[in-house]
């Protein structure tokens, strides 16, 4: 007896991988933008997470992750 996938499963595995995508993005984005984590390890630890854990990882990042008062980007261009 062969089993097969469903076939709604193909398409929400690539909806997923692009949410974890778009998400890395964002956190490494906005990261970049902002004042620097109070612990240098953050600064990758946030956008990994978000590669797997997709809008959880969003949803985790925005009230815990966003420290520190925002700057520019012209400041962060400096900064680099």
Do not use: C
């Not at 991988?17 to 600064?43: C, H, N, W």
Request: proline share 10%.
């Amino acid at each position: 007896m062969e089993q097969t996938m469903p076939p709604w499963l193909h398409p929400l595995s690539w909806l997923m991988v692009l949410l974890g995508l778009a998400s890395y993005l964002f956190v490494t984005f906005d990261i970049e933008r902002r004042a620097p984590q109070p612990m240098k390890v953050m600064r990758y630890v946030w956008p990994i997470n978000t590669l797997w854990a997709g809008g959880l990882g969003i949803w985790a990042y925005w009230p815990i992750g966003r420290t520190g008062p925002r700057i520019s980007i012209l400041e962060a261009d400096i900064n680099v």
